[in-house]
């Protein structure tokens, strides 16, 4: 459209006429603007060049020979775009140099979410006002859409008011902008902002239409808006708008805003104490299956203790990103609505399953620590009183108040204690009840999940101590016999490992428990390094009498039914050769013999368990009485 066309004053748009235009073709296929819809199709109407003069320009197209009927809209009026500029975010994304104007094609969605603003336009013109230059284009406009959507709004309200809607009315529903719910792991509601809506035909056939949407998500520095979509496909008749997977706030019947910014809060509140312990118990979603929720991870029950920490999900195992928005220090002033878009999704790392998971903030709960675990290690007073000091010690030194280091910065800081003895004399006991009476998270790895390439076992090391440093965890490495013994000269390999592990232990700044069952000949290297050896022998008859004491109170304070025995029937079981772990396995086993029973936990159970072992066991066991 050249200069040439423009009215005398050279801006387009400014004469207060509507021209509509029709479709048509020459013999050649070349395209024809004509006046009047043609008819005959070969019709030898003079043809009319489009002119920019007009305020809005209507173009009628016909498919296969049918009706024409309106294809798009050309709004070249200056008021009426600038209003519209102002008042529809993203309009002017519409603007195209060679139409000089805004061209919309049909179904005109964007001025359908906006006719609202632009009737108000046109009923606050006053014709007696000179200077109204926005009232009469905006009535032209008025009238057009008017006409166009008669039709539409009146199905849709009729369909509306019965709380329904059909697959070809529902992109009204989703103004873009407006506040939305959608489902989360089928059960979870979640507040979005609609971005848009469009329409879309599977390579397979189907039609759907995918709305797009966005919500806060925390990174582990900032908060900021992540982009996301859903598709609803093609559906036959109407549906209930509540039936939906997504569908507008206005909609929702299964809570309020008010709930959803309560948990955004609640969230916040946890994420900015970040990397913080808690216990998780519900459905998880196991990050390390599948990479993304919309492609169907597989859901995992769980119940245990896990790390909140978004920021090292992030750099260890998968990065999270979003937009820059807020960062930790700016999350106390969110409005309501915002508080309602966080997408309260906790990036943890699952402590007894070593994996990093997500789990739903409204499923995690403060940790309630064993105080009586510690005291009921079976272990001399002394042995205990030595190694609270060393613990005690570190987290001084941790806490920058007094404390040991050597003369290069950043060495020596940890302590690296020894547990030796044969299985279930207590060595991981001791590690998990020092972690409950410090109130810190257990980190537990074996050298195994390690790997014994040198190569991949230093990367798993150095991930190992930095995670268990940043939480500020008690690190038990269970058996640590591979970096233990002494190095041979003929074993390369093992001897480049256990090189790896000393050079690590020197900066290593956390409380470290190395556990073994036997050791033929220690490295001479490590002796100067244990600060504290605990040799475990075999249990006598007194440390089971307490072993089997301790686990019998414990089932009184938890099993339903109550827990009935005698001190002379404690006194029979300790004369049982069985270690820790054999007898906390004969009680979970007889405790849930008793459940079946309905009845308290009695001795009986225990010999049901005991004599099945006894007679299946591929272990002998023997009395000790």
Request: proline share 4%; with cysteine; glycine share 6%.
């Amino acid at each position: 459209m050249g200069d040439s066309q423009l009215p005398q004053n050279g801006i387009a748009g400014t004469s207060l006429r509507v021209q509509s235009l029709y479709q048509s073709h020459t013999t050649e296929g070349h395209v024809l603007w004509l006046t009047e819809p043609p008819t005959p199709p070969d019709s030898h109407s003079i043809p009319e060049s489009e002119n920019p003069e007009y305020a809005i320009t209507l173009r009628h197209r016909s498919l296969n020979g049918r009706k024409h009927t309106l294809d798009s809209i050309i709004i070249r009026s200056p008021p009426l775009r600038k209003f519209l500029d102002e008042t529809i975010e993203h309009i002017s994304a519409l603007y195209d140099e060679n139409e000089e104007g805004l061209v919309v094609q049909a179904p005109f969605r964007i001025l359908f979410w906006h006719f609202d603003a632009i009737e108000n336009a046109a009923a606050s013109s006053n014709a007696t006002q000179e200077d109204d230059a926005l009232g009469p284009p905006a009535t032209l406009l008025r009238d057009i859409l008017d006409d166009e959507f008669r039709d539409l709004l009146q199905r849709r309200e009729t369909m509306v008011t019965q709380g329904q809607i059909n697959f070809d009315t529902l992109w009204t529903l989703f103004k873009p902008g407006i506040t939305c719910v959608t489902t989360f792991m089928e059960i979870h509601h979640v507040a979005v902002r609609c971005i848009s809506i469009d329409f879309g035909r599977h390579a397979m056939g189907g039609m759907y239409y995918r709305i797009k949407f966005e919500n806060l998500v925390w990174n582990g520095e900032s908060l900021g808006w992540r982009d996301d979509y859903t598709d609803i496909m093609e559906f036959k008749g109407r549906r209930k708008i509540r039936d939906a997977h997504i569908l507008p706030l206005e909609f929702w019947q299964g809570g309020s805003v008010e709930q959803l910014a309560a948990r955004g809060r609640r969230f916040l509140d946890l994420v900015v104490k970040e990397p913080y312990m808690m216990r998780f118990s519900g459905e998880s979603l196991d990050s390390e299956s599948s990479p993304m929720w919309w492609q169907g991870e597989q859901k995992k029950k769980m119940s245990e203790r896990v790390i909140l920490d978004a920021r090292a999900y992030s750099h260890y195992f998968r990065r999270l990103a979003v937009s820059k928005w807020r960062t930790r220090d700016q999350l106390a002033n969110l409005d309501q609505l915002q508080l309602a878009y966080v997408f309260p999704e906790l990036h943890v790392f699952a402590l007894q399953r070593k994996r990093w998971s997500r789990v739903w903030v409204d499923d995690v709960d403060e940790v309630v620590f064993n105080d009586a675990a510690y005291p009921s290690l079976v272990l001399p007073s002394d042995y205990k009183q030595l190694l609270l000091a060393f613990a005690e010690a570190q987290i001084d030194a941790a806490n920058g108040v007094g404390g040991f280091d050597d003369v290069i910065a950043g060495k020596g800081q940890g302590i690296l204690m020894l547990l030796a003895g044969p299985p279930g004399t207590g060595k991981t006991l001791t590690a998990e009840a020092m972690a409950e009476h410090m109130r810190r998270p257990l980190y537990s790895v074996s050298t195994g999940e390690l790997g014994m390439a040198a190569a991949g076992m230093e990367n798993e090391l150095n991930k190992v101590l930095e995670l268990s440093t940043r939480w500020n965890a008690v690190l038990l490495l269970d058996e640590a016999d591979v970096f233990l013994e002494r190095r041979a000269d003929n074993d390369i390999q093992r001897n480049s490992i256990v090189s790896i592990f000393l050079r690590r232990l020197e900066y290593y700044r956390g409380i470290m428990f190395l556990t073994t069952n036997r050791i033929r000949s220690f490295d001479e290297a490590f002796r100067s390094r244990i600060h504290v050896a605990i040799q475990y022998p075999d249990l006598d008859s007194t440390a089971r009498h307490s072993i089997w004491s301790n686990f019998l109170r414990r089932a009184k304070e938890t099993y339903r039914y109550g827990v009935e025995f005698e001190e002379a029937q404690v006194e029979e079981l300790a004369e049982l050769t069985l270690n820790g772990r054999e007898i906390r396995n004969i009680v979970k086993s007889a405790q849930l013999l008793a459940l079946r029973d309905q009845e308290p936990l009695k001795k009986k159970h225990v010999d049901i368990v005991w004599r099945v072992e006894m007679e299946n066991s591929p272990w002998q066991k023997t009395s000790a009485g």
